[in-house]
């Protein structure tokens, strides 16, 4: 049996630079603060908490005072800017420049819908950090939707502009433009159609994956997706490969790994999300190793 980790797979470059970041600030402090979970992989958090790295909330940065912060590349919204210089807090700021060029956008098109009575609709995961700071923008006036049942939320009678989180499927975002543009026409049978503007914002370092990853599930008789259970892109990205290989399994580190998976396996592949770190996938590799090692 052949083991092969997916040379595309790992950190996308805003997580990479985060993660850098903190490691290059806690060689010179015994203890850095970060806003929120560094990364969607507990794995990858106990190995930076063990290095100094203390995950607070937002409840909690308001309690703090002459301290330094890290923001994490999930952005933030702009309530967090005035609670650090009113509580004289140094921000390490990590945002992801993808994501705060998406924060911009995303202010510029509510400041001018206001005037028409639109609304800005974002396609992504209520409650999602990177949301979070999206909503931000718009002083938490924009409509979050997830499903198709989400769209209740919205007036079609009104202008719409639509955005998406970053790592949300690119399939997803487009199957959600279709039924808003189907809903605006039946609202307005009658009447001029307002205006609507969709804005593909899905990171292309990430939707680029997609493919790529389906080309990688067909080329393999078992798939292991390894990636933590709060990551939006794993369970966008792991979507792909049970779609195209249906002996595609979920885990969070080798210790989930089943031997019975890889009973008739010749070619395993393991891939990961965006926030995955390429040495847990080579702890799931050496996981496998030792599975298929063992006498039954």
Not at 185 to 210: G, L, M, W, Y
């Amino acid at each position: 049996m052949t083991v092969t980790i997916d040379k595309n797979s790992g950190y996308c470059f805003g997580v990479e630079f985060a993660i850098q970041m903190a490691e290059d600030e806690m060689e010179n402090v015994p203890e850095l603060y970060c806003l929120g979970d560094i990364v969607h992989n507990g794995m990858e958090v106990q190995r930076l908490y063990a290095k100094g790295l203390r995950i607070i909330d937002r409840d909690q940065l308001k309690e703090l005072h002459d301290c330094k912060v890290l923001i994490r590349a999930h952005g933030e919204p702009p309530e967090t800017y005035q609670v650090a210089l009113e509580n004289n807090i140094e921000l390490i700021d990590a945002s992801c420049p993808v994501v705060l060029k998406l924060q911009n956008r995303v202010k510029h098109a509510f400041d001018s819908i206001k005037k028409d009575n639109g609304q800005i609709v974002i396609y992504g995961q209520l409650g999602h950090a990177e949301v979070i700071g999206l909503t931000g923008q718009t002083g938490d006036q924009a409509i979050i939707v997830t499903t198709e049942e989400d769209l209740a939320k919205i007036d079609f009678t009104r202008p719409v502009t639509l955005f998406s989180q970053t790592t949300k499927s690119t399939k997803g975002f487009y199957h959600i433009k279709a039924l808003i543009e189907e809903r605006i026409r039946q609202a307005s049978q009658d009447s001029t159609q307002p205006a609507f503007d969709a804005n593909d914002s899905i990171c292309r370092q990430v939707s680029n994956r997609e493919p790529q990853l389906a080309r990688f599930a067909t080329e393999h008789d078992v798939i292991v997706f390894v990636s933590g259970k709060k990551s939006s892109n794993g369970k966008a990205l792991y979507s792909v490969c049970k779609q195209h290989n249906p002996n595609s399994y979920f885990v969070e580190n080798e210790k989930e790994l089943e031997r019975e998976w890889f009973a008739a396996a010749e070619s395993v592949g393991i891939c990961g999300a965006t926030s995955t770190p390429m040495w847990l996938m080579q702890q799931v590799s050496d996981g496998i190793y030792a599975l298929s090692r063992e006498v039954v």
